[in-house]
């Protein structure tokens, strides 16, 4: 049984991610995006909502991999590389922004910004 | 390019040069000049063309002159003329000194911006005739909607906002549908013939071919914008606003030549690109128009504003046009030319005696004014004459134009023409058409009646507060005023007693239309027949 | 109406006119009809100087436009209008003398031509000149000159304001009325017809200034359009039917011989229905023009207009228009089944109402006015009798004693301000210098009684009445008719008596010629006290001038000597009349008729005898002829002598019966109120003005406002809500741009789910239909 | 790798560009900081020059979509830089006049420019996209400068405040269509567009492939400001400066239907069923929202700029037509070809919004704030004429009034959608074209008919001239353009070819025939 698990294991490593296994690893992105997102809906602070969006991407991210895995490819995990990095941009603007909206309105709140409507 | 290539451009590019002139170079003072100057030499090439037109091929386009400028949209500068738009060039340009000179105490502030977009205006309506590609067709036929936008919502009177917003989003909103519809026919005949083309010729030439189901569809499409602009009722409640609020010459233009436009593009694009649907659908129409004159005359009748009196009157008026057109018959199709032509004369000259009537006492309120004869006495007989052309008094304009429409209704019911006429295979329409049109001749002799005996017959009113606006006014018409209405007057005498020359004139083209009309109805019923036939066959044999 | 249908077969196919019962050698002769027939079927070309007819009052109709515009001052206008009129009336007489006895066509210009296939509608700018058209032109041209040179006097106040325009409206009047008579066409015979119903319309309202005038044009502008409307729809018919407009096609149109043919044995179902209503809808227009029952009350109130006006169009000439379209058009309408019966009935009741009305009104004009009606209500009955002779006759009777008559009420008017009333005049022809109007009054008055054998109204009336009684089932429409013709003198010496006769008294108008811009009124009371006889101080009546007398003296001769006019010819045609018709479309047993009943010969169709010959019916053991000349002259007598008796003055001016000594006060007065409110509703119209604006004016006018408020309200309101609905929706979905962070987020999360969803359930269903 | 690299030429070239204009941006001496915009324009050439010579991408969906594409963004880019100017450091400058001391560390003239051309350089890396990697780093490249841009255009809490939104809701919009991009890796195992087109081309469009497409297309939805991402929209182009909503108005806007378009061809159109049905249906629902929630909204506006973001919205929604029209067949023709006519119309949009904001930015109320109430533009005919008829040119051409450039487009359009049997959704772009002209059509009454008496706030000229240029420069194109229109519209057309070798998905579907087409077999 281990014998045969092992030169399986061998046989196609690194093995290819299985259907009920992506399908965990894709519920679990599902379930980090839908997170992020209903937390970005809810939360006011804008730190958290921005950290929420990091959620977001991150769920997306694991998407990418668990496919590229599945898929046995480099692409996913390249991919993911290259949101990290982006996500890492973003995250320096968003405390930039952050701060500069803390200095005028002295609250974090995302709701004390609404002049602009209609 | 032959000589009267060149004229034909010159009636589109001298008004707008002149509109340049007006606008960049010219004092305020001088743009009445310019303009004035400008449309009387207009009418040069204007004569010139019509006398070198070759009206025993009146079916052709001539003077046709083609450039390509958009070869992927398959848009081309192609413009040529068959006599029915000839025909109604001349009236454009004719209309152009007229209301000019209609102008030039109507308007004393903003003098640039008027006379540079009535130029504007002539040019476009120049254009909206002498195009012979649909696309170029549709961009003059929807340009014509800016300076008249301008002349109602910078001269107009009171409710003049309200009016322009109206007039042009109405009409816009139905020529989108057109151009939809228009797209469609370039595109089907681009299915038949590989080719994308917008020459008019050759789309009208094959457009027949759509199914029935395709043709109902353009046509509702085309009429969407041609019976806003007619208007048919009851896409009419824009015309009355905008006629109201206009400046004098912009209703008389309107009334001229823009509704004509409509009715037109009914005749030129509607019935010929959707033969068969119009056929199907003709009956329907002329139940619309004949609602339209009867309903608008009634309207009429109870009016006190007498701008909207006469507003409204065109809508009954059209109504007889597109009786016409849809008689699809040569009498009601020369008809209904004629009474393109001609009811802008009649209702322009109305016009006019508004707007003069205007300048002096500042009201167009019957109840305020009445008995002005007594006043006035040339105005007034000015204003019973056109009152009297309006009606439809025979040796005036209106009146041959609303026989044969009458009579088209009255033919194009096969069981009451005589058979191997063109357009007589058929029943479109039948003499109810023609008794319920009919009534319109009384309503119109009521309301128009009505008005003349307000407002010149009767004891004298006034208003006490008249005289209080600007200059001195002289009693009765001026010399000026006098000058503009006389080519109206002739042009109603004209077409009253010599319509012979038009209707020969258009003949060849309406014939054309008919035939065309019925060869497609013709062939359509064949190969319904045809497929009854194969159906009966296939039913017989299981 | 259904009862007289096949008494209308019986009518064409075996009634015998007694003017012809002596047999018509000419209509018999089979030679002489097919001479005949073959001008007809081939018209020819006439001489181009018949234009100056209609062209002469035309140029007239310029030259005074011309006046009027460089403001002359003078009675040039007057002469200008005399004299081309004149020049008119001699080109006319010269027509008469010079025609062969086939019709010809003098071409003016093209006018309407349409062109479809190898057939084509064509209305040109041409004359038609038969016979009828000759005996229509000579009394309207005639006409026309005698009472323009009267109004130059009467209408001589007005010089420098309105006398150009009354002049020019007179020329044009003319040239309509030529080309109503003369057009070659159907289309020249509408122009004509709108034409003078614009000229009608102008002089009614020239006296603009006055309310009253202006809505009476209006009325018999809108009244007479309701008629056209009929007329015009008639035209296309034919058009539609027939495939053309001219005449000389017309009635040599194969169709319409057949169906004559057909009619005269009284096949009328071989008749298509819609060649049957061309007659109906011309017959409308007829009974427009005409002031028929039910389309006469313009005429009344007509009157308004300056009375040279009432005289030449509203009694004398454009009035008949409609009986000269249903002579022009006889065989369209012998085509027809209910066509003439229909004239006929509707001419009687309109004789009958309109002479009782007559009866009650006080106003001499209008009085005048109502006798036209109901003398033209005579004619439509002479017309429906089949006797197109009869009617053409009193055409022109007609038009010599009540062109006469209206011009002397014109000259009372004229010389007592503006009074018509006829309880306030009284022996005006006593009066110094109203000796010929009343002489003339006279005579004019004893013509529409129809006197026997010394008025020519006699002798016109007479030929329709005795054609009622020889007509089987029709009777009585002749009794009718001869109860109106007592009404009728009864009616007309009322006013003789009143006004013309007894004491002197006279109370002036309250009418200064408010047309003038100068005052007339002062002009006469420069002399005020001289006078002192009148009542009205300061007032003394203007009497007519030499014009206006030698103008009546010539009507009043005219009414005499056309009295002659029943015995030139009277073998043949039973007068001149009828020797006019006979040769004409007109005459339902004209050639045209014999050679569309030769053409039926060799049908199916044959028939026993020709076309039109009655049978000679016995009235009370006499000859009918005979037997009418006596009662509609004890009638006429006794008429007149009713009138004696409750308006005429005592002594032998009331003919020795009357007992009146005031000018307001008479016998009838006591008996009128016996009678209840029956003489109020008569001196009302029996209230038909009334009932037409209640019934029909005032709903419409509120129907016209209910649909202004609907174009106002539901059609431009739906156009405003479709214009509305995107300003609607935003403002509906405004609130989804809150500005708040959370809410667009909110949003765009839910967009994205929803739209997912829906698509996936879109695409799901589409497919599953699939 | 030469050849990719020979791709991106353009990209290269305005990235060494922004190098340079970073730094000269912050030069102490004055000459240089002022000629930092030129920098940007010489290397805005330089980048259109290149991508006049790029040669034909091989592989790619669209071989061709490189050169066209470029040089208008190029040519716009220079437009906006036109506008641009001045609008940062106008503070400093002052300071720098009245002898204060030149400050880098205040001055944002170098990262402002800088982030435009990194904009722009993102704009055109989508273009040259073959792959999801590629693409979503070229959106977000595109991206992310703006957020910056928007919240330091003006000193005004109002950008602060669409800096904010934009960059949250951008976020969130790029976390979904990353999330889509996930789904189409995971559905096809590949990232390179040409060979997913090739999965599903062969093995058929998965449901999760379906998913992660619809869910990249919505994701993208905010790029190209539709619905229902369009919510920023109108409170950013409010808060940004006139010059940088311009930008927000062809940049981003240009980039998410250049990846739209891209991501559609790996579907495919069918050659008469369209696209596949799920994203046909998809695209035709937002189209149509998209255009009338746009329309609907601009007319309750009195901000103009409120009004642009709306009509921009509705323009969108325009140009989706194109999208769900597709290229038709191969060699057919611009008035089928819907791609062809959406990027023709991208150019005409950018050209005809550029002017409109232009007028916008070279006018200012006297207290220094920006032009934006409609009161502020009234009359502006007859107080500075130029920019007056620049608004009216160019709103007309917007309302899509013939003949200007904007009719032409819209005429693209419509021929597209009519060509490829889309006839309601063209039906809705007429009527939404006529709601459209409702508030155009106030915008020129108030510009050119309404006397200046009439405003209530006086508005004065802006001190720069370039954004003056930049107006009558666009106006001018809109009218010019008109004759020389037919290169452009010849250039879309072969930019919008699809590679014939291009193997399409919606081809191979098993899809019931639609009885609409039946009468054409």
């Given amino acids: 049984m281990i014998d045969s698990a092992l030169v399986l294991a061998q046989q196609s490593f690194p093995a290819p991610l299985g259907d009920s296994m992506l399908a965990h690893y894709l519920f679990v992105s599902a379930a980090m995006f839908v997170i992020g997102l209903v937390g970005f809906v809810t939360r006011k602070n804008m730190i958290i909502m921005f950290l929420c969006t990091e959620l977001m991407f991150q769920g997306a991210g694991l998407a990418l991999i668990a496919f590229g895995r599945h898929h046995l490819g480099a692409d996913g995990q390249t991919f993911v590389i290259f949101v990290l990095c982006v996500a890492a941009a973003e995250a320096a603007m968003a405390l930039a922004l952050v701060v500069l909206l803390f200095r005028h309105r002295e609250t974090l709140s995302a709701e004390a910004w609404k002049e602009l409507n209609g | 390019m032959s000589m009267e290539v060149i004229q034909l451009g010159l009636l589109m590019d001298l008004p707008i040069l002149a509109a340049l002139l007006i606008a960049f170079v010219g004092k305020p003072k001088n743009a009445y000049k310019i303009a004035l100057i400008t449309s009387l030499i207009t009418v040069l090439p204007m004569l010139g063309l019509l006398a070198s037109f070759d009206w025993s091929h009146g079916d052709q386009y001539q003077f046709a002159w083609s450039l390509s400028w958009l070869p992927d949209l398959g848009l081309n500068l192609s413009i040529g003329v068959d006599s029915v738009a000839m025909l109604l060039i001349a009236l454009s340009v004719l209309l152009g000194p007229i209301v000019v000179l209609a102008s030039k105490r109507a308007i004393i502030e903003n003098r640039k911006m008027y006379y540079a977009w009535l130029m504007v205006l002539q040019a476009a309506m120049v254009g909206v005739f002498a195009s012979r590609d649909l696309l170029l067709f549709y961009i003059f036929f929807e340009f014509t909607l800016l300076p008249m936008f301008i002349l109602i919502r910078v001269f107009g009177s009171t409710n003049r906002v309200a009016a322009s917003m109206k007039f042009f989003l109405y009409t816009f909103t139905g020529s989108m549908m057109t151009l939809a519809g228009m797209v469609y026919v370039v595109y089907f005949v681009s299915t038949q013939t590989g080719v994308w083309t917008l020459d008019i010729a050759t789309l009208t030439h094959h457009a027949g071919a759509m199914s029935l189901t395709e043709q109902t569809w353009v046509l509702a499409a085309l009429l969407a914008g041609f019976a806003v602009k007619v208007p048919l009722f009851p896409f009419h409640t824009w015309l009355p606003l905008a006629h109201t609020e206009a400046p004098t010459a912009g209703s008389v233009i309107l009334a001229g030549v823009l509704l004509k436009l409509g009715t037109y593009g009914i005749y030129r694009f509607a019935i010929p690109l959707a033969p068969n649907a119009f056929y199907e659908y003709a009956p329907a129409i002329a139940v619309l128009a004949i609602i339209g004159i009867i309903y608008a005359g009634l309207i009429c009748w109870v009016q006190t504003d007498i701008k909207k009196l006469v507003a409204y009157s065109s809508v009954s008026h059209l109504g007889f046009c597109v009786l016409g057109l849809a008689a699809l018959n040569v009498s009601g199709f020369s008809g209904s030319i004629l009474y393109m032509l001609s009811h802008g004369l009649s209702t322009g000259g109305l016009f006019l005696m508004i707007g003069f009537m205007y300048e002096r006492y500042h009201t167009r309120d019957m109840r305020q004014v009445a008995g002005l004869a007594s006043k006035m006495p040339v105005w007034a007989t000015f204003m019973v004459f056109f009152a009297m052309a309006s009606v439809g008094l025979p040796g005036l304009n209106g009146f041959p134009s609303e026989v044969l429409c009458l009579i088209s209704a009255f033919q194009s019911d096969a069981a009451w023409s005589a058979a191997g006429e063109p357009g007589a295979w058929g029943s479109t329409l039948g003499p109810w058409f023609a008794v319920f049109a009919g009534t319109g001749m009384v309503i119109a002799a009521m309301y128009l009646l009505y008005m003349v005996g307000k407002i010149c017959f009767g004891p004298l009113v006034e208003p006490k507060d008249h005289g209080h606006h600007g200059d001195p006014i002289p009693k009765d018409l001026t010399a000026r005023e006098i000058t503009s209405l006389v080519p109206l007057t002739a042009g109603c005498l004209f077409f009253g007693l010599q319509p012979t020359i038009l209707l020969d004139a258009i003949e060849k083209p309406v014939n054309a239309t008919v035939n065309l009309v019925e060869h497609s109805v013709e062939s359509m019923n064949a190969s319904n027949e045809q497929t009854d036939f194969n159906i009966i066959a296939e039913g017989a044999n299981p | ?297 313009w005429l009344p109130d007509a009157m308004e207009g300056p009375t040279p006006v009432s005289a030449l169009i509203h009694a004398a000439t454009m009035v008949t228009a409609g009986v000269y379209l249903i002579a022009r058009m006889y065989p369209v309408f012998l085509v027809s089944e209910f066509a003439l019966p229909t004239v006929a009935w509707i001419g009687t009741i309109t004789a009958v109402l309109a002479a009782t009305i007559g009866m009650a009104q006080f106003d001499i004009k209008r009085i005048m006015a109502y006798s036209t009606v109901s003398q033209l209500g005579y004619m439509f009955a002479g017309l429906g009798l089949l006797t197109t002779t009869g009617a053409a006759f009193h055409v022109l009777t007609h038009a010599f004693f009540k062109a006469l008559l209206f011009l002397a009420c014109g000259a009372v008017m004229h010389g007592f301000a503006g009074q018509l009333d006829l309880r306030k005049l009284s022996g005006v022809a006593w009066m110094k210098g109203w000796g010929i109007v009343g002489v003339t009054m006279l005579i004019g008055c004893m013509n529409l009684a129809g006197l026997p054998y010394i008025t020519s109204g006699f002798y016109s009336k007479d030929m329709i009445i005795a054609e009622a009684f020889v007509t089987p089932g029709y009777s009585i429409i002749g009794w009718l008719l001869i109860v109106t013709a007592i009404l009728t003198a009864y009616y007309t010496f009322r006013v003789y008596f009143r006004v013309f006769v007894g004491p002197q008294h006279a109370e002036p108008g309250n009418e200064h010629h408010d047309h003038d811009d100068h005052a007339h009124g002062e002009e006469h009371n420069h002399d005020a006290g001289q006078h002192g006889d009148h009542h009205s101080s300061g007032f003394h009546p203007h009497a007519p001038g030499w014009a206006v007398n030698v103008v009546l003296a010539v009507l009043a001769f005219a009414s005499i000597a056309a009295i002659s006019l029943a015995y030139i010819d009277k073998a043949e045609h039973h007068g001149w009349v009828g020797s006019m018709v006979h040769d004409s479309t007109a005459y339902f047993h004209s050639p045209y008729v014999e050679q569309a009943h030769h053409a039926a010969e060799g049908t199916a169709h044959a028939v026993d005898g020709p076309v039109g010959f009655k049978a000679p019916k016995a009235v009370f053991g006499m000859d009918a002829h005979t037997a009418m000349i006596l009662i509609t002259g004890i009638g006429g007598i006794f008429g007149v002598l009713v009138a004696a008796f409750f308006h005429g003055p005592k002594g032998w001016q009331g003919l020795f019966i009357g007992g009146r000594t005031e000018a307001a006060k008479c016998r009838m007065d006591a008996v009128a109120r016996r009678f209840g409110p029956i003489p109020k509703m008569a001196e009302n119209k029996w209230y038909v003005d009334e009932i037409y604006h209640a019934i029909l004016v005032a709903p419409l006018r509120v129907f016209s406002h209910v649909l202004h408020w609907l174009d106002k309200l539901l059609v431009d309101g739906l156009v405003n809500l479709f214009g509305f609905l995107p300003r609607l929706f935003a403002w509906v979905i405004r609130p989804s741009q809150s500005g708040v962070l959370q809410g667009y987020a909110v949003n765009m999360a839910g967009g994205v789910v929803i739209l997912l969803v829906v698509v996936i359930v879109v695409v799901l269903r589409a497919g599953g239909a699939a | 790798m030469s050849e990719k690299l020979a791709l991106i030429v353009p990209e290269i070239l305005l990235f060494i560009t922004t190098c340079i204009v970073m730094i000269t941006g912050q030069w102490p001496q004055r000459a240089v900081r002022q000629f930092t915009p030129w920098i940007c324009g010489i290397g805005l050439i330089a980048a259109a020059g290149a991508a006049t010579a790029t040669p034909d991408a091989v592989g790619t969906l669209f071989p061709a979509l490189i050169p066209y594409t470029k040089v208008i963004i190029a040519m716009v880019g220079l437009l906006l830089l036109l506008l641009l100017s001045g609008t940062v450091d106008r503070d400093i400058e002052t300071d720098v006049d009245r002898g204060l001391k030149f400050n880098p560390i205040n001055s944002n003239r170098g990262e402002f420019y800088a982030f435009f051309l990194f904009s722009l350089t993102g704009l055109m890396l989508t273009v040259s996209a073959d792959d999801l990697i590629w693409m979503f780093l070229a959106l977000e490249l595109t991206s992310l400068p703006t957020y910056i841009m928007v919240t330091i255009s003006t000193k005004e809490h109002k950008s602060r405040e669409a800096g904010v939104k934009y960059f949250f809701l951008g976020a969130l919009g790029a976390a979904t269509f990353l999330y889509g991009f996930a789904m189409l890796y995971g559905a096809t195992g590949t990232t390179n567009l040409a060979g997913i087109a090739q999965h599903f081309a062969t093995n058929g469009i998965s449901s999760i492939g379906m998913m992660g497409m619809l869910v990249a297309l919505l994701g993208i939805c905010f790029k190209i400001a539709a619905f229902p991402m369009h919510f920023y929209t109108p409170d950013v182009y409010q808060g940004a400066a006139s010059p940088v909503s311009a930008m927000l108005a062809f940049v981003p806007k240009t980039a998410g239907f250049i990846a739209m378009i891209l991501l559609l061809a790996t579907v495919g159109w069918h050659a008469e069923l369209g696209l596949p049905g799920e994203i046909n249906a998809l695209l035709w629902i937002i189209a149509a929202f998209t255009m009338t929630l746009g329309n609907a909204l601009a007319l309750i506006q009195r901000s103009v700029k409120r009004m642009l973001a709306y009509s921009s919205i509705a323009h969108s929604g325009y140009m989706m037509v194109g999208l769900i029209a597709g290229p038709g067949q191969s060699g057919d023709p611009f008035w089928r070809n819907g791609i062809a006519a959406v990027l023709f119309y991208l150019l005409c949009y950018g050209v005809m919004t550029t002017g409109v904001f232009a007028v916008l930015s070279a006018i200012e109320k006297r207290n220094g704030q920006e032009a934006d109430d409609i009161d502020d533009i009234r009359g502006l005919c007859k107080s500075y004429p130029a920019l007056g008829w620049v608004l009216v040119i160019c709103t007309l051409s917007m309302l899509g009034f013939p003949p200007l450039l904007g009719f032409i487009g819209k005429f693209g359009l419509f021929s597209s959608g009519v060509s490829s049997g889309n006839i309601g959704l063209v039906v809705v772009l007429g009527i939404n074209s006529a709601i459209a002209a409702w508030y155009y059509l106030g915008l020129i009454a108030a510009a050119y008919l309404d006397s200046p008496g009439d405003s209530v706030s006086t508005v004065t000229a802006s001190p720069f001239v370039s954004r003056k240029i930049a107006g009558v420069i666009s106006a001018g194109c809109v009218v010019l353009l008109l004759v020389f229109a037919q290169p452009l519209i010849e250039g879309a057309r072969n930019a919008a070819a699809l590679s014939p070798a291009t193997p399409n998905a919606a081809d191979h579907a098993p899809l019931a025939p639609d009885p609409r087409h039946d009468e054409d077999h």
């Fill in chain 3, 1 to 297: 109406m259904i009862q007289l249908t096949p008494q209308l077969t019986t009518l064409l196919s075996t009634l015998t006119n007694p003017m012809v019962a002596l047999s018509d050698p000419a209509a018999a002769d089979p030679h002489a009809a097919a001479t005949t027939a073959h001008a007809v079927g081939e018209v020819g070309h006439g001489p181009a100087w018949v234009l100056l007819i209609p062209f002469l009052p035309l140029l007239g109709f310029v030259l005074n436009a011309i006046y009027a515009a460089i403001g002359n001052k003078s009675k040039l206008p007057a002469w200008t209008t005399v004299g081309l009129l004149a020049v008119a009336f001699a080109t006319t007489l010269s027509m008469f003398l010079s025609y062969d006895g086939s019709p010809y066509t003098v071409h003016a210009f093209d006018w309407i031509q349409v062109h479809f296939g190898d057939k084509s509608m064509i209305a040109d700018f041409s004359f038609y000149v038969d016979k009828l058209t000759i005996l229509w032109m000579l009394f309207v041209t005639g006409l026309a000159t005698l009472i323009a040179l009267y109004a130059s006097e009467y209408m001589s106040n007005d010089i420098g304001t309105g006398y150009c325009r009354f002049f020019s409206a007179f020329g044009l009047f003319v040239f309509s009325m030529s080309c109503l008579v003369m057009g070659d066409n159907l289309l020249m015979l509408y122009l004509g017809w709108e034409g003078v119903g614009l000229c009608s319309y102008l002089l009614i309202g020239y006296f603009y200034k006055k309310p009253s005038a202006v809505a009476a044009a209006k009325k018999a502008f809108i009244v007479n359009r309701i008629g056209d409307l009929g007329l015009a729809l008639g035209i296309y018919l034919t058009f539609v039917h027939f495939g053309t407009l001219e005449f000389a096609e017309l009635f040599s149109n194969e169709k319409l011989m057949g169906y004559v043919a057909d009619a005269s044995v009284g096949n009328f179902s071989a008749i298509p229905g819609q060649a049957q209503w061309i007659a109906l809808l011309l017959m409308i227009g007829a009974f427009g023009k005409s002031a028929q029952f039910p389309l006469y009350v």
